[in-house]
């Protein structure tokens, strides 16, 4: 029988299932452990937060099954309509949406709050693969190039205009599939040194940084020694990389911090970075704030304190006791660093890296470029939560709000990513199908 | 399976996840790994090390009554540099009832008392409701804890001398190497036993680790408990003392100035030690301990000074037992010794008064004593220490300071209660002093009836009444019967020491006693006399003087009685001092005899007296003028010590001539 007559859930990639499958049950773990007081309390207790995202992953299974039944075209025929509906409901959540913690981007049925924004992505993700995939896309030109970067953004400077930055961040994410399917090289570079610059000029002192540009700077030219010799012009970008990178650093960000920058600006941006401000960027005459943002310092703390083995299971003490605020949603990794030290935390890291190369080859086998474009989606929405996710919790990056997949509490975030990955699955299912 | 692709841009991405896991293992490695530092912030926010304080050891009375209990009480205790900026300023303000800047200046005594790691007393001895108040509001006040300390009640409201109090230890006390273990903020015994018996009373301190969340409530033990150590509660002491007894005395004495002590000759074990004024032990524990201090200390009848172990009296008539005692072992007189007085002793030129002028009222010792004649024991001193066989008065008198070291007087005994003074025994260097060198027994024969240079503690007396009642030995008198249920411990030890005295035949103690008996029976102590018990007894009534606008003014005698009983197998001894009372006989016997029915008997049936020695009151009027010049003179004694102290350090700064001249004629403008 040929592959693609088999029952569909033969056909689905039972690994990547597993994968998923292991980081949720970590997750409801890690949501246990942080709000366990003692062993009195019942573990069946509706009214806990592991109760009720055991509750959301059943629902989560259950919409996977809706989907895996349902023909893998449908996905396809309706991405664009999807997309349509996503746009929709970003924009009717300006006028019935409700308020939670300052941002705008919910909207209540009853108790029941609903994120479009959330949901948004995985539309993206079809109306993106789609554009991708059809026939009469060239991607090689800038037209269509820029109707790519309009499907992505449309719903990125909705989602920031209803001030939920860190959402919106995440559609960055959508152009490493475009990069896959042709986007330039150097867009990629530059923007990525760009950022890493920038933070890195921030977070390290500038001795140690001059020698590490000059030192990725020389081993470029290593690298590209061959290059070199056939064109001079390479060692003029290396050396004009480096000129600007360093004067970018040591002295650009400087000036702009001691002289354009007000104090409580200066603040709030090495706080969201969970540090203090160094002296020489202190204005005189405003009081040093002392305490960078607490939650990155308790985070820290927590993640720290769990040494090479960890202190061991429901022993964390910081968790435990609530030192880190928001410690079952966006910080719940603190409990795993603190409960299962060095050795937890690297396991969970490499668990997702498994996971994500994982996608990459699902991607990389599909005959149909929509469930390649799709797959590599998934990958890096994935991929960028993940690591702004740990980044943040490690006082890496700004603590800009985004779950960690399958692992934070919450039932949107976990449907939603249910949803996206289940999707995958399904097209996989059909990979030696032309899906169009 | 990876030979699927040719296009380098799936390896790329590829790489880029892998980097990023690597960034992010190398930052945990890091965290977690390297840098210990959160592992040490970890454990300063979530671990609480509580001290645990020992109950302290508690202290029985020879019935195994207590007499005093423990009540837990808690300090609010601040550590300043654990304050943050969540401190809830306001609500603490409301509940202290204070105001922010009040809150400041307290925090500030704290933070100028102790610095601002450790931590230090906010506010002693809460009462209940502040306590539970406080309680419940604890978690926002970071920095601040409760701490719980056991504070004393007093049942009896007695012995408050005796017992002593507690105090938070002082920073002077903190430098002195008995102290090392203390910290800022613990209490400390500052007076009688509770100070001796500091060391035994206090117990260990244990230390619990406990497990505290976000709301700095402690949760769990950290580590089950295994890092913890216990507190080990303070050793009880079992005193000899009579608690109902001592309650009893303190009764009598009340309306009066002066002490009564019992002492059971046996064993040298304290059965009351009444000093008056007494006054409530249970002033001196709570949060108004200091106010009621400053109150006591400045009562002109000053009822913090032990009046039976730091007042020094001549001892009057009581004397007279010990110069017979004296004179019979050195040969100076035979019991028969009699000394035809008719109403004074004329020998020296001077007269010394006798109440007495019948004939034969001193026609042998024991008479004599009854009589208490002056005249015989002037007498008598003059023979001791003019006898022949010692070979001049300096030599005589150095005989009879060496019987008085051995009965105790001159120098403290060793009660175990802290300053206890030791009187005053003149030998030869004081009488060369005084009258250069050329002196004779005239000089001093009213020693022999207890006047003159001679004084001694109302200790010493009782003391001295109980070697007499041994017939020739003592224990030097002590409270504590046992530490800890044991007699035995080291701190008991100099207690458990007989003191014999020289070798006096016992058929001279049995002469003296014949003496006191007779005191009671057709003497001055009648008032002694108790159905059934034998009672060996002598009154004193001891004329002094007071310098008075700077004359030598008499004030009213002292009223001193001394008595043992029963006779033959003494069971208590007591010494009463009445101050300015009158006749030995009127006050001080009364009580000296009635505290002896109460603790022979179990019962006093001599209400009528009992009722007047209760609501006596004999406290005269001139105490106050005296306490005020004394304390003006005091005062302006420190002034001139301050004035000398402050010229001289202002002639210290050269050149500063104004301020010297200042200073100078302060001093002696003050001087004058």
């Known amino acids: ?436 | 399976m990876f030979n699927f692709s040719n296009n380098p841009r799936a390896w790329i991405v590829r790489l880029l996840f892998a980097a990023m896991a690597v960034v992010l293992i190398f930052r945990l490695f890091n965290l977690q790994v390297w840098d210990d530092k959160y592992k040490i912030l970890a454990d300063d926010q979530a671990i609480f090390r509580k001290v645990i304080y020992p109950a302290r050891g508690s202290i029985v009375d020879r019935n195994g009554k207590p007499m005093l209990y423990n009540n837990v009480t808690f300090d609010l205790v601040v550590t300043p540099s654990r304050i943050t900026k969540d401190m809830d300023t306001v609500t603490f303000c409301g509940i202290m009832g204070i105001t922010p800047a009040d809150f400041i200046k307290e925090l500030n005594k704290v933070l100028v008392k102790n610095g601002k790691q450790k931590p230090g007393v906010y506010k002693g001895e809460l009462s209940k409701e502040l306590n539970a108040r406080l309680q419940e509001n604890m978690y926002l006040f970071p920095g601040f804890e409760l701490v719980e300390r056991s504070m004393r009640s007093y049942p009896e409201s007695a012995g408050a001398l005796m017992l002593g109090y507690l105090s938070e230890v002082t920073p002077a006390m903190l430098e002195n190497s008995r102290f090392s273990s203390y910290r800022q903020g613990d209490y400390v015994g500052m007076s009688g036993l509770e100070n001796v018996y500091e060391e035994e009373l206090r117990g260990t301190r244990g230390v619990q680790y406990l497990v505290r969340d976000v709301m700095n409530r402690p949760r769990d033990a950290y580590k089950n408990g295994d890092m913890d150590t216990a507190a080990i509660g303070g050793k009880e002491l079992e005193l000899y003392v009579d608690a109902e007894l001592q309650a009893y005395g303190e009764k009598l004495m009340s309306g009066k100035i002066g002490s009564a002590i019992a002492i059971d000759p046996r064993t040298g074990g304290i059965l009351a030690m009444v000093s008056a004024p007494s006054f409530d032990p249970n002033l001196l524990t709570g949060a108004e301990k200091g106010k009621h201090f400053g109150e006591l200390n400045k009562m002109a009848t000053k009822p913090l000074l032990n009046y039976a172990t730091q007042a020094f009296y001549p001892p009057g008539s009581t004397f007279k037992p010990i110069t017979g005692l004296v004179g019979l072992d050195v040969g100076a007189i035979t019991p028969a010794f009699g000394y035809p007085c008719f109403g004074g002793y004329y020998a020296c030129g001077k007269r010394v008064g006798c109440t007495h002028s019948g004939h034969g009222h001193a026609a042998n010792l024991k008479v004599a004593l009854a009589n208490s004649c002056n005249a015989y024991f002037c007498d008598v001193f003059r023979k001791i220490v003019d006898l022949p066989k010692f070979g001049g008065v300096h030599k005589g008198l150095s005989a009879w300071y060496e019987y008085m070291e051995h009965f105790g007087f001159g120098k403290p005994l060793g009660v175990d209660i802290s300053s206890e003074g030791g009187g005053n025994i003149p030998d030869t260097n004081y009488f060369n002093r005084t009258y250069n060198g050329n002196w004779n027994s005239c000089n001093m024969s009213i020693i022999g009836m207890g006047q003159g240079e001679v004084t001694v503690t109302p200790l010493q007396l009782a003391n001295a009444m109980c070697m007499i009642a041994n017939k020739g030995y003592f224990y030097t008198p002590h409270l504590v019967r046992s530490i800890g249920g044991d007699p035995k411990h080291p701190k008991l030890k100099k207690y458990l020491e007989k003191h014999q005295t020289t070798h006096i035949p016992t058929e001279y103690y049995q002469a003296v006693i014949d003496g006191m008996e007779m005191v009671v029976t057709n003497g001055t102590g009648k008032v002694a006399q108790l159905p059934g018990i034998a009672v060996s007894a002598k009154t004193g009534t001891v004329e002094n003087y007071a310098l008075l606008f700077g004359k030598k003014t008499k004030l009213d005698n002292h009223s001193v009685f001394v008595c043992f009983a029963p006779k033959d197998n003494p069971k208590i001894a007591i010494a009463v001092v009445v101050q300015n009372a009158g006749y030995g006989a009127t006050w001080a016997g009364p009580v000296a005899s009635l505290m002896m029915e109460k603790y022979l008997t179990d019962s006093v049936k001599r209400k009528p007296l009992e009722e007047k020695m209760f609501n006596a009151n004999l406290v005269k009027k001139y105490t106050y003028t005296i306490d005020s010049l004394q304390r003006i003179k005091d005062r302006l004694r420190w002034e001139m010590k301050m004035a000398d102290k402050e010229s001289q350090a202002a002639m210290m700064k050269r050149g500063d001539t104004l301020l010297v001249n200042t200073m100078l004629e302060r001093f002696y403008r003050l001087k004058k």
């Open chain 1, 1 to 436: 029988m040929p592959t693609h007559r088999k029952p569909v859930l033969a056909r689905i990639d039972w690994p990547t299932l597993l994968l998923v499958l292991s980081l949720i049950t970590v997750g409801i773990m890690a949501v246990y452990t942080s709000e366990y007081t003692s062993f009195s309390e019942p573990f069946f207790n509706m009214e806990k937060s592991h109760m009720k995202q055991l509750m959301w992953l059943c629902i989560s299974c259950f919409i996977g099954f809706i989907i895996l039944f349902t023909d893998s075209k449908v996905f396809y025929s309706l991405s664009n309509l999807s997309y349509v509906f996503g746009i929709f409901l970003l924009l009717i959540t300006f006028v019935i949406g409700g308020e939670v913690k300052g941002s705008h981007s919910f909207i209540k049925f009853g108790s029941f709050t609903f994120q479009p924004g959330e949901a948004c992505k995985i539309f993206t993700a079809l109306a993106l693969a789609r554009f991708l995939s059809a026939q009469d896309t060239k991607f090689n030109t800038l037209k269509d190039r820029l109707i790519a970067t309009a499907i992505v953004m449309i719903p990125c400077v909705l989602i920031i205009l209803q001030n939920e930055t860190g959402l919106a961040l995440v559609y960055f994410a959508f152009f490493l599939p475009m990069y896959r399917e042709g986007l330039p090289n150097s867009i990629l570079i530059v923007g990525i040194s760009g950022v890493g610059l920038f933070l890195s000029s921030l977070l390290i002192e500038r001795l140690p940084l001059f020698i590490g540009i000059t030192v990725i700077a020389l081993l470029c030219v290593w690298l590209l020694w061959r290059q070199i010799k056939k064109q001079r012009i390479v060692i003029i970008f290396i050396v004009g990389g480096w000129l600007i990178a360093v004067t970018f650093s040591q002295l650009i960000v400087p000036y702009i911090f001691k002289n354009v920058f007000k104090g409580y600006q200066v603040e709030r941006i090495y706080s969201m970075l969970g540090q203090d401000v160094p002296l020489e960027f202190q204005k005189p005459g405003e009081a040093a704030k002392k305490d960078a943002d607490y939650n990155v310092r308790q985070s820290k703390i927590a993640i720290g304190s769990g040494g090479l083995a960890g202190k061991g299971i429901m022993n964390g003490t910081q968790t435990k006791y609530s030192f880190v605020p928001e410690q079952h949603t966006d910080f719940v990794f603190c409990g795993i660093g603190e409960q299962f030290g060095f050795i937890g935390s690297m396991m969970l890291v490499l668990l997702y890296l498994t996971l994500l190369l994982r996608i990459v080859v699902l991607a990389e086998r599909q005959r149909s470029v929509f469930s390649r474009v799709y797959c590599y989606c998934v990958a890096s929405i994935l991929f960028f939560h993940f690591a702004i996710n740990l980044s943040m919790t490690m006082g890496l990056a700004p603590v800009i709000g985004i779950t960690l997949p399958m692992l934070s509490y919450g039932g949107t975030s976990l449907l939603s990513f249910s949803v996206l990955i289940f999707i995958m699955l399904r097209l996989d299912a059909d990979r030696h199908i032309l899906i169009r």
